[in-house]
């Protein structure tokens, strides 16, 4: 049975840093993507950014580069999301998901995933 359980959310002020994690577990696949992707209320799904396990793909939506920072530790089977530098704009349930790939993981996907987890809520205030 596949799971993906995220946890790290909470509230800041702007400016602050959390770090989300997503645990994974049962997923079937050799090497997949995984995903970070939000939805604030009354918005559409946002893709945030990818990540092949493994290595060799890494990408991030403009709206996030160069203060939010995608991993994920093989060992650990878990995904992780820094963010710094966080906006009002930010505010959004955070969600992680996994699709089977071995190649370049678009952060733009939000839609078509094999799996994803409940998500968790971030909140910063201005």
């Known amino acids: 049975q596949v799971q993906l359980v995220e946890s790290g959310g909470g509230s800041v002020q702007a400016g602050g840093s959390l770090r989300l994690s997503c645990a994974a577990s049962?997923?079937?696949?050799?090497?997949?993507?995984m995903y970070w992707f939000r939805q604030a209320p009354g918005k559409e799904r946002e893709g945030v950014a990818a990540?092949?396990?493994?290595?060799?793909?890494?990408a991030y939506a403009d709206s996030v580069k160069g203060r939010f920072t995608i991993s994920h530790d093989n060992a650990k089977n878990t995904l992780y999301l820094q963010m710094n530098s966080l906006k009002p704009e930010d505010t959004a349930m955070y969600y992680c998901?996994?699709?089977?790939?071995?190649?370049?993981?678009?952060?733009?996907?939000?839609?078509?995933?094999?799996?994803w987890g409940q998500g968790t809520q971030v909140t910063v205030s201005s």
């Open positions: 998901a996994a699709r089977q790939g071995n190649g370049y993981c678009s952060p733009l996907r939000v839609q078509g995933f094999d799996y």
């Open positions: 049962g997923i079937p696949y050799r090497t997949f993507c």
């Open positions: 990540i092949l396990t493994g290595g060799g793909s890494i």
